[in-house]
């Protein structure tokens, strides 16, 4: 497919911030007609962990793709690590480390021989047995990729993307197919290198993924960014709930300042001011001798942004 460019498209870069592992400014991708990112912009600082997020076809691969230097951007400003990946692709390998939603694996190699193979070829220092180690496949070290198992692979290719330590890696779908520990441990490894001072781009479809490791978070959708911020930026934009079930018998309901939805017993409450509204609920039911067992109160949660993205009840950043 032909990709049309804009005014400002590859070679042209954001100007350097020393505080910014990654800033993209304006970045617009498309083929043909069809515009996969639609001007969006992204700052990552250095040291942190970002954790990009996205509903189906929002273009989160594509962005990330022209991060790495394998896609083509139609319009904007990336730098990474001060470099244009675009022009300065081989610059940028050196200090990057990246992991696919699949790897390229020689599969009649031995994940050994792929250790092995790798030190070869990257310019960064490590060693085969400490990555075996950390990652939990030195029983597999004489097995071929082709025999390991889907969690396996997954494994040996987060060992390949963080070999030496580099200055930054970008993981897509880091634990796909991995088994609760091996998730752990996937998470263990991403933590320590951030501890190291690396920064750390990941894609996830698991939202406690996200809430457990990121220290800010976007959600991109269809091709633009719709929030992005530190989980509790994001989350206290978003109204918090409580729910209680009431006696059938009780018509009248207090004044809340939130929006309150009664099905049945069952009394819903959707508040900017949690702390107030509950008061003022335990207040009025206390007055009249109302037992609340099953009182639930909770914040907005980064599952409950998600869904108002994804469903289009939030407004989406225009550029």
Do not use: C
Not at 21 to 33: E, Q
Not at 122 to 129: A, H, I, L, S
Not at 232 to 258: C, K, M, Y
Request: no cysteine; hydrophobic share 40%; charged share 25%.
């Amino acid at each position: 497919m032909t990709q049309t460019t804009d005014r400002a498209g590859p070679g042209a870069t954001a100007s350097p911030d020393t505080q910014l592992a990654i800033a993209v400014h304006g970045l617009h991708v498309r083929y043909g007609d069809f515009e996969a990112v639609r001007g969006i912009d992204l700052d990552v600082r250095r040291g942190e962990i970002f954790a990009l997020l996205g509903t189906n076809g929002a273009g989160k691969t594509t962005t990330l793709e022209v991060l790495e230097g394998f896609g083509t951007r139609s319009g904007g400003t990336v730098a990474v690590l001060g470099l244009d990946p675009a022009t300065e692709r081989a610059a940028l390998q050196v200090r990057m480390g990246v992991q696919l939603q699949e790897g390229g694996f020689v599969e009649e190699l031995t994940v050994g021989e792929t250790l092995a193979l790798w030190q070869r070829l990257v310019d960064r220092p490590d060693r085969p047995e400490r990555l075996l180690e950390r990652f939990d496949l030195r029983a597999r070290r004489d097995v071929s990729v082709g025999k390991l198992s889907g969690g396996e692979k997954r494994r040996l290719d987060l060992a390949l993307a963080v070999w030496g330590s580099p200055e930054l890696v970008i993981l897509d779908e880091p634990t796909t197919g991995l088994d609760p520990e091996s998730r752990r441990r996937t998470w263990d490894a991403i933590q320590e290198l951030q501890e190291a001072g690396r920064t750390v781009v990941l894609t996830t479809h698991y939202l406690e993924e996200a809430e457990a490791l990121a220290d800010r978070v976007a959600i991109m959708h269809e091709g633009r960014v719709a929030v992005t911020g530190t989980l509790a930026e994001i989350v206290a934009a978003q109204p918090a709930r409580f729910s209680a079930t009431l006696p059938a018998e009780i018509a009248d309901l207090p004044e809340l300042r939130g929006t309150t939805q009664r099905d049945g017993e069952r009394v819903q409450v959707r508040t900017d001011d949690l702390q107030g509204d509950l008061t003022t609920f335990l207040s009025w039911a206390a007055a009249r001798g109302v037992r609340l067992p099953d009182l639930r109160a909770a914040p907005a949660s980064l599952a409950d942004i998600y869904h108002a993205v994804r469903t289009d009840q939030m407004e989406v950043t225009r550029p």
